[in-house]
């Protein structure tokens, strides 16, 4: 193998993987020191076997019985030998050094090599081959050993290449999808704001219409809701700088709920309430204005004795569930006008955005009269 050829190949394999790992029943078991140590007895024997089958190619007298005992004992010391300075070399040296053509010569070339000769000492010391053992260091005997090495070498580098050349790929297209999932996201999150950005204008231009619709009529009532709108677009700005939670989502809530009883009068009744322990919980911004408007404006303006509103905030498991009911006409009654509002589309698609399908949003008729919307989102 030349030095050209070790610059092209991979990484030298990790410490947890095993040239059995190339057959899918073997590769089902999670790596793990006994697991190794086991399949390295079975690669072991299955060398030993191939080492006995080119025995019988090359000569006709072996004694079977004999031959696979020794094999077995060779193949054994030689390859545990290569193993254990598998481990030292990955517990020993760097990943960067590793991924260099030194470290990748070292693991394909240097490590197979010595190990070789360290098994066959080991295994003729076992086996009592004292003329064998004396000659390892011959000429004849280092060839032969080489060839041994070489072999070996060569079936390790064909199982590993192939395997770590398809993890460099699986690897590059992992990396090449999470970029992708990046740029989606950045995507996900522009359509998330401008869809933000839609909502927020509607409550603005409807309040404003309403306190228009006020300065002839009453001026005082209108004087006190453009005060009343100035607090509530200032706790408005001070939630965008520092985080929603379901606390300030709700008191804010209150404050359009207060602007809009000011221009209703006693046709309104309102109430919100939610746990203490919820109130510190952090949610999407935006998100119960838009179906607290849609129940005032489809559900309760209609009616001539106007009606009530109540918010409510409860945990189900792992889950925040948010309420809107109104007393207003109903589900029905708003179909028949064509009358579904701007909000809940918008509400829908954000939480779909931030959430996906962990996030619901459900219209059902209230009895006896109005609706009941339900916000369920995950608590995080």
């Known amino acids: 193998m030349t030095s050209k050829t070790l610059d092209t190949l991979p990484p030298a394999a990790p410490s947890g993987a095993h040239p059995l790992d190339l057959f899918p029943w073997f590769a089902r078991i999670p790596p793990s020191p006994v697991r190794n140590f086991i399949y390295t007895f079975i690669f072991n024997t299955l060398i030993g076997l191939l080492f006995t089958g080119l025995a019988l190619l090359f000569s006709d007298r072996i004694d079977l019985g004999r031959q696979l005992f020794v094999t077995f004992v060779f193949g054994q010391c030689i390859g545990y030998a290569i193993y254990v300075m598998m481990l030292v070399f990955q517990a020993a040296v760097s990943n960067e050094f590793r991924c260099s ?31 064998t053992r004396a000659e390892m260091f011959t000429v004849r005997g280092m060839s032969a050993i080489s060839a041994i090495a070489v072999l070996i070498a060569s079936i390790l580098v064909a199982i590993f290449v192939p395997r770590e050349r398809a993890a460099r790929a699986q690897a590059q297209a992992a990396r090449e999808e999470a970029r992708a999932n990046a740029a989606e996201k950045e995507a996900t999150l522009a359509r998330m704001h401008l869809l933000e950005a839609q909502v927020e204008p509607h409550f603005l231009y409807n309040t404003l219409a309403h306190v228009v619709s006020l300065v002839d009529a009453d001026p005082p009532l209108a004087k006190r809701m453009l005060h009343r709108l100035i607090e509530l677009l200032r706790a408005t700005a001070a939630t965008a700088q520092s985080g929603v939670t379901l606390g300030r989502e709700l008191d804010l809530v209150r404050a359009y709920l207060d602007l809009i009883e000011m221009r209703m009068g006693a046709r309104l009744g309102w109430s919100v309430d939610a746990p203490q322990d919820l109130v510190t919980v952090e949610i999407p911004p935006m ?23 109540d918010v409510r905030a409860r945990r189900e498991g ?16 708003m179909r028949r006008t064509d009358s579904t509002g701007l909000g809940l589309p918008n509400l829908r698609a954000r939480l779909s955005t931030v959430f996906g399908a962990e996030a619901a949003v459900r219209l059902v008729d209230h009895a006896p009269s109005g609706t009941e919307a339900t916000i369920v989102i995950p608590l995080r």
């Open 101 to 131: 053509s030194a470290g990748r010569w070292v693991c394909y070339m240097a490590i197979p090599v010595v190990g070789v000769f360290v098994g066959y000492w080991i295994a003729t010391t076992l086996l009592g081959f004292r003329d």
């Open 287 to 309: 998100l119960l204005q838009p179906v607290v408007e849609n129940a005032i404006k489809h559900g309760l303006e209609p009616k001539i004795d106007g009606g009530r509103i």
């Open 318 to 333: 792992a889950k925040l569930v948010l309420t809107v009911v109104d007393t207003g006409v109903g589900i029905s009654a």
